[in-house]
Nanobody
Framework: HVQLVESGGGSVQSGGSLRLSCAIS???????KAWFRQAPGKIREGVGS????????HYADSVQGRFTISQDNAKNTLFLQMDSLTPEDTAVYYC???????????????????WGQGTQVTVST
C-alpha cells in the first residue's frame, strides 16, 4: 500500500523560501514522483517531476529557476525547495506518484495514481 504524506507548508512573505517534504511509504518501484499545486478557483497544475531515484527533474515554466526538486532515497522522501516566492505561488501543494516514465518531462495529472493530502503554502506581499 503506497502512502504519501506532505509537510513543510506555511506562510511566508514575498521573496521568501519554503521547503516541502513528501514522505513516501510502500512498494513504489521506479515511479515518477511529482509536485502539483492548486490555487483557489484554479485547476491543479504540475510544478515539477523526477523519475526514479536518480533522474533529472523537470519543471513548469512558472517555477523554473526558483523551485528545486530533490530526493533522500534512503528515507524515501521527496523535497520541493521553493525560493523567491511570490503571491502567485499561493496554493495547496501535493506530491504524487505515477507508474509512467517521466524521464522526458512532467506528464499530465491523469496518469498519477497516488496522491498526498496536500499542504498549504501562502505567500503574502
Amino acid at each position: 500500500h503506497v502512502q504519501l504524506v506532505e509537510s513543510g507548508g506555511g506562510s511566508v512573505q514575498s521573496g521568501g523560501s519554503l521547503r516541502l517534504s513528501c514522505a513516501i511509504s510502500g512498494d513504489i518501484g521506479p515511479y515518477c514522483k511529482a509536485w502539483f499545486r492548486q490555487a483557489p478557483g484554479k485547476i491543479r497544475e504540475g510544478v515539477g517531476s523526477v523519475y526514479g531515484s536518480f533522474g533529472t527533474a523537470h519543471y513548469a515554466d512558472s517555477v523554473q529557476g526558483r523551485f528545486t526538486i530533490s530526493q533522500d532515497n534512503a528515507k524515501n522522501t521527496l523535497f520541493l525547495q521553493m525560493d523567491s516566492l511570490t503571491p502567485e505561488d499561493t496554493a495547496v501543494y501535493y506530491c504524487a506518484l505515477s507508474r509512467a516514465d517521466c524521464s522526458r518531462g512532467l506528464p499530465p495529472l491523469k496518469v498519477f495514481d497516488y496522491w498526498g493530502q496536500g499542504t498549504q503554502v501562502t505567500v503574502s506581499t
